[in-house]
């Protein structure tokens, strides 16, 4: 049973306890001391190391989203990878020339990412990973 309470009240936020309930976005990024995720010439070599026990939380951390979305410059970077969609999870990939995917549960918007996200958040679901730098 649920204590979540529903209320059209003229936007789409979910009241829930008289709390308005939405997704957060999580930044979950490694970054360098001086504040950059890649070296001036691009590279991210410095960030195939061992992983600690426990990676930094990341198995944690990964359940506690359903939903990733990244820019067109940081998905090509995680194809090169190998990495074509973060499984078990939907995937956005904003871009200003969008694509039709095969990949399930991948998919190109050239939406504007403010009303895009401000959406997003509103539909129940697991909080939100914002992939790489940022979303512009």
Not at 31 to 52: E, H, K, N, Q, V
Not at 88 to 104: D, L, M, V
Not at 108 to 113: A, G, I
Request: net charge positive; proline share 5%.
């Amino acid at each position: 049973m649920s204590n979540s309470v529903s209320v059209t009240d003229g936007t789409s936020d979910t009241i829930r306890c008289g709390v308005i309930s939405l997704r957060k976005i999580i930044v979950y990024i490694a970054i360098s001391a001086d504040g950059f995720i890649a070296r001036p010439d691009g590279d991210i070599a410095w960030l195939d190391r061992p992983r600690p026990k426990g990676n930094y939380g990341m198995a944690a951390f990964y359940k506690s989203i359903d939903t990733v979305i990244m820019g067109r410059k940081t998905y090509d970077i995680a194809l090169s990878f190998g990495q074509e969609s973060y499984e078990g999870k939907k995937n956005y990939i904003f871009s200003r020339s969008p694509r039709p995917s095969a990949i399930p549960h991948l998919e190109f918007t050239d939406q504007p990412v403010g009303d895009f996200v401000k959406r997003l958040r509103s539909v129940e679901g697991k909080d939100i990973w914002l992939v790489g730098k940022t979303l512009s």
